[in-house]
């Protein structure tokens, strides 16, 4: 498992507006909010990150697994999208007041892939790293 010790992700904001840079290792990206919030939408939003991790994760983790299996893997897209829910309106759900954020995760799995391949390729995209991170206990240190 990688960490970024080396390369922390930086994120500055100037003295107005909702506009901030990112910084990671060489790379510099934006990210704001809609225009009817209060940005300016000159980037993607921060929620929208969330799923880029998530999805990038998921369809990087289903190359390198069809990879090592020599699957004839031609290609994934990864659609996601996600609501805010009452907590009880989710009968699934173990918290049962307030809020909760629900993912939803789309895959289109292209290559002449068995059933059973498809399958367990399905399988393997809930095993992502980020995922396995969203759906287990967090600790932010502040």
């Not at 759900?93 to 068995?114: F, W």
């Not at 095993?127 to 932010?140: A, D, F, G, N």
Request: proline share 4%; hydrophobic share 35%.
């Amino acid at each position: 498992m990688s960490t970024n010790q080396e390369h922390p992700v930086v994120v500055s904001l100037g003295a107005s507006g909702l506009a901030t840079r990112v910084q990671v290792g060489g790379h510099v990206l934006h990210a704001d909010e809609p225009i009817d919030v209060g940005g300016t939408d000159t980037g993607p939003t921060p929620y929208d990150f969330l799923l880029t991790a998530l999805g990038t994760c998921t369809a990087m983790t289903l190359r390198m697994y069809a990879d090592r299996k020599g699957w004839p893997l031609t290609g994934v897209v990864v659609k996601l999208q996600h609501e805010r829910l009452h907590a009880a309106d989710c009968e699934a759900c173990e918290t049962t007041t307030g809020y909760i954020l629900q993912i939803t995760k789309q895959l289109e799995l292209e290559g002449d892939l068995s059933d059973e391949q498809q399958a367990r390729l399905r399988e393997i995209a809930d095993k992502c790293p980020v995922h396995r991170t969203l759906t287990s206990e967090i600790r932010i240190v502040s």
